[in-house]
C-alpha cells in the first residue's frame, strides 16, 4: 500500500499528456510516488474528467499533492478548484510556484502545456515540491477559502 503523503496525483487531457508523463521523473526525484490518473494518448477527451479525478484522489486521502495539465491550464485549475480542500494554482514561473506554496498553500500544480515549455514545468513542479506553507498570517485567509454551504 502507498503512503498518500508520499504520493502525488496527475492527471492532464489530451493537450498535457505528453507534458505530464515528462514530469513523473520530477516527481519521482524528490522520493514521491505517482498516482496516474490519465489520460495517456492524443485522444480527445474532457478536462474536467482530470481535474475531478486528481481532487477526488486528495479528499479520499489516496494523495495529499497534485499536478493537473491541459492547454493552458486554466479549464483544468477551474474544474480541480470545484472540490473543497482543494487549492490548484495555476503556475507560469517559479516564483508564482513558491508563492502558491507559501501563501496560498496549495496543494495542485496547474500547468498549461501549450504556455510553458518543459524546462519551466520541471523547474515550477520542482519548486512547487520543495517548499513549504508558511503558516502564520496566511491561515485565517487559507480558511476562508471553502465557503460553507447553504
Known amino acids: 500500500m502507498t503512503d ?3 504520493t502525488v496525483a496527475i492527471a492532464a487531457d489530451h ?3 505528453t507534458l505530464k508523463d515528462q514530469l513523473k521523473p520530477v516527481i519521482e526525484a524528490h522520493g514521491l510516488t505517482v498516482l496516474d490518473l490519465g489520460t495517456n494518448g492524443p ?3 474532457d478536462y474536467p474528467d482530470f481535474g475531478h479525478a486528481v481532487a477526488v484522489a486528495i479528499r479520499t486521502g489516496r494523495a495529499t499533492r497534485g499536478l493537473v495539465v491541459c492547454g ?3 479549464g483544468i485549475s477551474i474544474a480541480t478548484n470545484r472540490h473543497r480542500g482543494v487549492r490548484a494554482a495555476l503556475c ?3 516564483t508564482t510556484a513558491r508563492l502558491s506554496r507559501q501563501h496560498n498553500d496549495a496543494n495542485v500544480l496547474a500547468l498549461g502545456a501549450r504556455i510553458i515549455g518543459f524546462e519551466t514545468a520541471q523547474d515550477c513542479l520542482a519548486v512547487f515540491l520543495s517548499t513549504a506553507y508558511d503558516g502564520g498570517r496566511h491561515g485565517d485567509r487559507i480558511a476562508k477559502i471553502d465557503v460553507p454551504t447553504a
Open 4 to 6: 498518500a503523503t508520499n
Open 15 to 17: 493537450a498535457g499528456y
Open 43 to 45: 485522444d480527445r477527451v
Open 72 to 74: 493552458t491550464g486554466i
Open 92 to 94: 507560469h514561473d517559479v
